[in-house]
């Protein structure tokens, strides 16, 4: 099970705490608050910057949808066990906050590997990506959070 109020703080803190003011991320984008993209019909409204509570409130939205695609994601996997099952969910939905459903999705070995139950296959298939190469210490935290399935099997 999720502990969302920590998984929450976890990934307000990979996305450097709630900016007030627009920025670009590491790839270009305009971005606020917690990692959240702007999209061309907010351009306006958050030219001049928003409140903390705005930036609280945008996360929230954006969390609610990446629980959302973290769902769909692990749908195929069907029954992960009990055991794995918060720490599966926990990365997935903090990767599906970062990339979007639609970058996720393309990680099919591995959802693979997680339908098979090989976390070390996960893993490795973590690594194996342009998502680890463009940011690498968030990958790897996440990564370690896998690893402590390897253990617990």
């Not at 990934?11 to 705490?17: A, L, P, T």
């Given at each position: ?67 959302r695609d973290m769902q769909t994601f692990l749908k195929p996997c069907g029954d992960i066990p009990e055991y794995a099952r918060g720490i599966v969910e926990e990365v997935c939905l903090e990767m599906a906050f970062q990339i979007g459903i639609t970058k996720l ?49």
């Open positions: 099970m999720i502990d969302e109020g920590r998984l929450q703080q976890e990934i307000i803190d990979h996305e450097g705490g709630v900016v007030l003011k627009p920025y670009k991320d590491h790839l270009g984008y305009w971005t606020i608050g917690v990692g959240h993209l702007i999209k061309d019909t907010e351009k306006n409204e958050f030219r001049n910057g928003i409140t903390y509570e705005t930036g609280l409130k945008l996360f929230l939205i954006d969390y609610s949808i990446a629980k999705l393309l990680f099919k070995k591995f959802r693979k590997a997680l339908a098979d139950e090989n976390w070390s296959e996960a893993i490795e298939q973590m690594k194996d990506s342009r998502w680890y190469n463009q940011t690498p210490n968030r990958a790897r935290s996440l990564m370690d959070k896998m690893k402590k399935l390897i253990w617990e099997n």
